[in-house]
């Protein structure tokens, strides 16, 4: 049994939690809340148990900006984020819809201070109206931060709406049993990201999927560098351009491309492919693997990786310069 002097003791030992304003911690939210957010990730995927990949700031739709453009790691599902100081308002539910029909989202993601009611049950509505098998869903999230006595400060991701039998749904969407090939893929570049991470600090790890490319953000929205396997037994390094409409594409491009001497005597000889009947631009670098992945031999993986590693560093390190001043 405690005795009542040993209670007070324990009692005096334990902090206090307290509620810190979030514009004493984040000054602006496009300039300070955003960033964080971006690097912090990982947070609000495991309050929402997705894996949230791949995620640009600042992508641009029409003459807007949404927030975060990512994707969901198991279904490649496109996610956005819009987030917001205060209270959520009319101003941000209309972005909401403009940016999802922007980007082609299906998980829409809104975090704001405080939500009005009308504004969660304006989300509840859709979440119980569209048609499940779309896999459209829509959440909102209420953001606090937290201190203990002069402990840094925590974020605390209230999820005010969900959709439906969430859990369900992210079953119905995970991938179906993958391939041999693409068993190949994922041990591949499983391995890849292990050692660009060792490579380059600072990089926001990305995570490998059964697949036969891999990309990270380029530094501004549509772009991506990717390590891709192509036809003819190649393995690229490349920047990939889909803003999602062709002109921009091309428009992106070409004044990349205005710049050819001067990258190349920097990263050496590129492919530079405008790709006519496609969407998409894209400037590459190839590696001949000797194979297919399905015949390519583990004991080839070791070099291949090497080689993909360090072209990397020094492609995305020159090429990212230009496009973000595209």
């Given at each position: 049994m ?6 007070q ?5 334990l902090g206090r939690?307290k509620l ?5 911690v984040f000054?602006?939210e496009?300039r ?8 912090n990730?990982d947070?609000?995927s ?6 949230i990949i ?11 900006s949404c927030?975060i453009?990512?994707?969901e790691?198991n279904?490649?599902r496109?996610?956005i984020?819009e987030?917001?100081?205060g ?13 999802a ?5 299906k998980?829409v ?5 405080t939500?009005r009611?009308e ?7 859709l979440n119980?109206?569209v048609?499940?098998?779309?896999g ?10 937290f201190?203990?006595?002069d402990s840094?400060?925590?974020p605390?991701f209230?999820?005010v ?6 859990e ?6 995970s991938?179906k049993?993958?391939?041999e ?12 990201v292990d050692e660009?991470?060792k ?5 926001n790890?990305v ?15 549509g772009?991506?560098f990717?390590w891709?396997f192509?036809s003819r037994n190649?393995l ?6 889909d ?12 004044e990349i491309e ?5 990258i190349?005597?920097?990263v ?10 496609k969407?998409?631009?894209?400037i ?5 693997v ?5 015949a ?10 090497e ?6 560093r020094q492609?995305s390190?020159?090429l990212?310069?230009?496009a973000k001043?595209v």
């Amino acid at each position: 049994m405690i005795e009542r002097k040993d209670y007070q003791m324990i009692r005096k030992e334990l902090g206090r939690k307290k509620l810190v304003a979030i514009r004493d911690v984040f000054e602006k939210e496009g300039r300070d809340f955003t960033p964080w957010l971006n690097n912090n990730l990982d947070i609000l995927s495991d309050k929402l148990n997705i894996d949230i990949i791949d995620s640009n700031i600042e992508k641009g739709v029409g003459d807007f900006s949404c927030d975060i453009v990512a994707r969901e790691a198991n279904s490649n599902r496109i996610i956005i984020i819009e987030n917001q100081f205060g209270q959520s308002d009319h101003d941000h539910l209309g972005k909401i819809f403009t940016y999802a029909a922007g980007t082609d989202a299906k998980i829409v993601i809104w975090i704001a201070e405080t939500f009005r009611e009308e504004h969660k049950r304006t989300l509840e509505w859709l979440n119980e109206n569209v048609d499940p098998g779309s896999g459209l869903s829509f959440f909102g999230i209420e953001i606090e931060l937290f201190q203990i006595e002069d402990s840094p400060v925590a974020p605390d991701f209230n999820v005010v709406v969900r959709p439906n039998e969430w859990e369900r749904t992210i079953k119905v969407f995970s991938p179906k049993p993958t391939s041999e090939v693409n068993k190949k893929y994922l041990e591949f570049f499983s391995k890849l990201v292990d050692e660009y991470s060792k490579a380059n600090p600072s990089w926001n790890k990305v995570k490998a999927l059964p697949q036969s490319w891999l990309g990270f953000g380029g530094g501004r929205g549509g772009l991506a560098f990717n390590w891709a396997f192509r036809s003819r037994n190649r393995l690229s390094v490349e920047l990939y351009i889909d803003t999602g409409e062709k002109s921009e594409n091309e428009r992106i491009f070409e004044e990349i491309e205005s710049n050819r001497k001067e990258i190349e005597d920097r990263v050496g000889e590129l492919s530079w492919e405008k790709l006519e009947a496609k969407r998409a631009c894209r400037i590459a670098v190839y590696r001949d693997v000797g194979s297919s992945m399905k015949a390519l031999p583990e004991t080839e993986y070791p070099k291949i990786i090497e080689w993909a590693v360090s072209t990397m560093r020094q492609f995305s390190n020159v090429l990212s310069n230009y496009a973000k001043n595209v």
